[in-house]
């Protein structure tokens, strides 16, 4: 049964995702885990854009394995930037949505509807900022799946494929990754993820 979860719990598990690293000597040498930066010291403007992004899984039945492919990002419509949450001091945007084509199974993530979706209202990719209300950024997180991007939901119980942003620079995002098939926020597979910006 799929129920409404608090963003909240999603952003608390970025910097679970972002410090669980193992060390694999088959992991991708080009894709090493980031030093995590403050979220409030994150350009977000620097986000739009093409990338080849590479996904390293260091947990679930993938362990060791990587897989690259494409992530496109793009600013949201101004209509649909703010997220309504219930707590009255968090506040949420969707600043920026965009599609991701990657073979997902090869890293044990799961596949949550249509990852290339352009609709702007059910993205295939969706960036969610949290921030305290009259404060800085608190997090940054990507939901994978147009089915993850249904506004005012976390399909959770249906599973997720979620990506934790612990860097943001003018030559790429770094951070970690979650994903599981159950009925918790428990993942079944996880690691890290680099996307180098293309040019132009």
């Not at 992991?27 to 390293?56: H, I, K, R, W």
């Not at 044990?108 to 921030?131: E, F, H, N, Q």
């Not at 249904?150 to 003018?170: H, I, K």
């Not at 098939?181 to 293309?198: I, N, P």
Request: charged share 15%.
């Amino acid at each position: 049964m799929r129920r409404t979860a608090k963003m909240g719990a999603v952003l608390a598990l970025s910097v679970a995702a972002g410090c669980r690293h193992r060390t694999d000597s088959a992991m991708s040498a080009a894709c090493a885990p980031a030093a995590q930066q403050a979220p409030a010291e994150m350009d977000l403007a620097q986000l739009n854009g093409g990338y080849t992004v590479t996904f390293v899984a260091t947990e679930g039945p993938k362990a060791g394995q990587t897989v690259s492919g494409r992530l496109m990002l793009r600013a949201q419509e101004p209509a649909l930037v703010s997220v309504p949450y219930a707590d009255s001091n968090t506040v949420v945007n969707q600043p920026v949505i965009g599609t991701l084509d990657v073979a997902t199974d090869d890293i044990g993530a799961i596949r949550m509807g249509d990852l290339m979706a352009t609709d702007a209202a059910l993205p295939g990719v969706g960036v969610y900022v949290a921030s305290r209300r009259g404060g800085p950024i608190t997090g940054v997180v990507a939901r994978v799946g147009s089915g993850s991007n249904a506004r005012g939901l976390m399909a959770f119980d249906g599973g997720y494929f979620t990506l934790f942003v612990g860097r943001v620079g003018p030559g790429g995002i770094w951070g970690g990754w979650a994903s599981s098939t159950g009925t918790t926020v428990t993942s079944d597979a996880r690691g890290h993820f680099c996307a180098e910006k293309l040019p132009g």
